[in-house]
């Protein structure tokens, strides 16, 4: 009966989105940070091609994060 | 103007001051982990979620859609019905305000709705197919969901950064929680402002001023974007203690994490049309978020008691609404929703005096 009332596939795809953007976001932005410090160290330890690499880490980090919030505004709003 | 327009103009007040008191009640839910992580001071973070929940509240209107066509039938609907919908919401609202629980302004909206409908026009009019499959079993998988997304956000932080230096780390998730926050925000807006919007909708074709299958007018989106966020930078400070730091006592990577989980469930399903109870959502992240870090974290009496105000939520919220409306039964015309409203006017003012004087709150624990 219930699945006769609910829209299992509105409720699934609820589900897989969510999981999806939640852990995505906050798994690409610990990365960011990770870069970020990990820079920190290596600049402060004169490893100048550890650091640029870690640099990029975070920038590309920073860019997915900022990437997955506009996108999931745009996808919002064009429904 | 007419004695219906007058009982209209009464209706859509009554629905920004629910509004209003559905800002206020859940500034906590978005802001509390921002302020007790020390993300941002407690001004700046009332101030950002009121912007971010004006703009939300133009963002979709599928949730809006949902209340006004699948939870009660449309055709049975009166403004009256709707008035006595809201009291009882705003009643309940004020009633868990006042003891510092953090209990959902979306199901007191929906349940005083349906509680003053089956008084009024009886069980068929209730569209018990909707309550269940668009309400009660999103509600239930919501913050479950919500509160798995905590555990493993916070095992993927923990597992990417535990081993850094805790100060930048602290720093950078407090950072991350001005984006999180931001969107928690911008979700709450577009889940709760569109429960407002959907009934001033209702309420406007119950009085025949548009078409059934009318749009959303403008003038009720900006009017409910408005109300929801001045009732946000208004604040209601002592849910924000509860929600803060009574569940959990979180750092930034958990505050971090309990703001994702909640902000990435409300806003899919937002664009989904389910009408959630916001409040459930952020409390099953933050309590995720504590459960990833250990188990013992989470004080798990503070949220039984929240579980309690929940279940109490809907019963309770309708059954005042059926009693309204069988006040505003008894007088015709505009006198009984006037009635009402004086009558509750000064019972709100009255508990704020009285909480006022007291300072704190019964305690949630």
């Known amino acids: 009966m219930i699945a006769t009332v609910v829209d299992t596939t509105a409720l699934w795809e609820t589900a897989v989105y969510s999981l999806i953007a939640g852990l995505g976001v906050t798994a690409i932005f610990s990365l960011a940070l990770l870069g970020a410090t990990r820079m920190s160290e290596a600049t402060r330890d004169g490893r100048s091609a550890t650091a640029a690499l870690y640099a990029a880490v975070a920038v590309i980090g920073l860019l997915g994060t900022a990437g997955a919030v506009v996108g999931g505004v745009i996808v919002m709003t064009s429904k | ?365």
């Not at chain 2, 009640?25 to 993300?39: L, P």
């Not at chain 2, 007018?217 to 929801?228: C, E, F, G, L, M």
Request: charged share 10%; glycine share 12%; aromatic share 8%.
């Open chain 2, 1 to 365: 103007m007419s004695e219906s327009d007058l009982i209209l103009g009464i209706v859509v007040a009554t629905a920004l001051a629910f509004d209003f008191t559905n800002g206020f009640h859940d500034t906590a839910n978005v802001v509390a982990t921002s302020i007790s992580t020390r993300a941002m001071s407690p001004r700046i973070a009332v101030g950002y979620a009121a912007m971010l929940n004006f703009a939300g509240a133009f963002i979709s209107l599928q949730v809006a859609a949902t209340v006004a066509n699948d939870v009660v039938d449309p055709l049975a609907i009166t403004t009256t019905v709707i008035f006595a919908g809201l009291i009882g919401a705003i009643t309940w609202n004020l009633i868990t305000w006042y003891f510092g629980l953090p209990s959902s302004s979306s199901h007191a909206l929906i349940g005083g709705v349906v509680g003053a409908t089956f008084v009024a026009a009886g069980a068929d009019a209730v569209l018990g197919d909707g309550i269940l499959g668009k309400v009660l079993i999103p509600a239930l998988i919501a913050p479950v969901l919500a509160f798995v997304i905590g555990v493993l956000a916070i095992t993927i932080c923990y597992g990417i950064l535990g081993r850094q230096r805790p100060g930048p780390v602290t720093r950078g998730f407090r950072f991350g929680q001005v984006i999180s926050g931001g969107l928690l925000a911008l979700a709450h807006g577009t889940n709760d402002a569109q429960k407002t919007m959907g009934v001033i909708t209702l309420a406007l074709i119950a009085n025949g001023s548009i078409a059934s299958d009318a749009e959303v007018p403008t003038w009720v989106i900006v009017s409910a974007a408005s109300a929801i966020a001045l009732g946000t930078y208004t604040g209601g400070w002592r849910i924000i203690k509860t929600m803060g730091t009574r569940i959990i006592k979180m750092d930034a990577a958990q505050g971090f994490s309990a703001q994702g989980a909640g902000a990435a469930v409300i806003l899919t399903s937002s664009h989904f049309g389910f009408p959630l109870s916001t409040t459930q959502v952020i409390a099953g992240g933050v309590m995720g978020a504590g459960a990833g870090k250990r188990l013992s974290a989470v004080r798990w009496g503070v949220a039984g008691n929240i579980v309690v105000a929940w279940l109490l939520t809907l019963p309770a919220a309708a059954a005042i609404g059926g009693l309204t409306y069988v006040v505003t039964d008894v007088f015709p015309g505009v006198v009984g929703p006037l009635l009402v409203s004086l009558v509750g006017l000064g019972l709100a003012a009255a508990a704020f005096v009285r909480r006022v004087r007291h300072g704190e709150p019964v305690p949630a624990a």
